[in-house]
């Protein structure tokens, strides 16, 4: 299983960012999929998740409104859209799946929203 998170980087408050996750090694299309932040000093958090179709999906209460994270099984790619960022958005931002009853992490990609 390989997860590799790209698009972060640093962002004025009140940008967007959209993150993608590219993944390999398993049966991307059958399984649930899920972001991941960790700020410095606390512990990680979940973001969103969707499931294997992309038809249900779940947003954390402090991100629901402004961050959508979405799929395309054909490009075996989960991607999160991110707008109207806010400086306690900063974070690395993870992408994970469970397979096999294991979790799996990506490296993680920055995210900075500063002035």
């Known amino acids: 299983v390989q997860l590799v998170e790209s698009g972060g980087g640093l962002v004025q408050p009140g940008g967007s960012l959209r993150l993608s996750c590219a993944a390999s090694?398993?049966?991307?299309?059958?399984?649930?999929m899920s972001w991941y932040r960790q700020a410095p000093g606390k512990e990680r958090e979940l973001v969103a998740g969707?499931?294997?179709?992309?038809?249900?999906?779940v947003h954390a209460g402090s991100v629901k409104g402004r961050f959508t994270i979405s799929r395309d099984n054909a490009k075996n790619t989960v991607y999160l859209q991110m707008n109207s960022l806010k400086p306690e958005d900063t974070a690395v931002y993870y992408c994970?799946?469970?397979?096999?009853?294991?979790?799996?992490w990506g490296q993680g990609t920055q995210v900075t929203v500063s002035s």
């Open positions: 969707i499931s294997s179709t992309g038809d249900s999906t």
């Open positions: 090694g398993f049966t991307f299309s059958t399984y649930y």
């Open positions: 994970t799946v469970v397979y096999r009853s294991r979790r799996y």
